[in-house]
């Protein structure tokens, strides 16, 4: 494993921010993995940060730091 990037069978340790509060998505199996998630925060953050590299060329880490910026806001907009 490389940087803070941690997976293990597909699965990631990232949260997402749902109703309000950062949580991991464990509804069902295989729904917390890289194909769901991190697709996610790269649309959250491209609609939020207009000036953001190509975001084809963008690390996994690169993803969080962005997401990580605007997390209490996505909270704080979220809270039901």
């Known amino acids: 494993m490389r940087g803070a990037f941690f997976a293990f ?3 990631v340790l990232v949260e997402l921010v749902r109703a309000g509060e950062s ?3 464990i509804e069902r199996e295989g ?3 890289v194909a769901n998630v991190y697709p996610e925060m790269l649309i959250q953050i491209c609609r939020d940060y207009p000036g ?3 975001p084809r060329t963008m690390r996994l880490r690169e993803i ?3 997401y990580s910026g ?3 806001e996505l909270e ?3 809270k039901g």
């Open 64 to 66: 969080r730091f962005f």
């Open 70 to 72: 605007i997390r209490r």
């Open 9 to 11: 069978d597909g699965l």
């Open 76 to 78: 704080e907009h979220t």
């Open 31 to 33: 729904v917390h993995c």
């Open 23 to 25: 949580r991991r998505l």
């Open 52 to 54: 953001l590299p190509d």
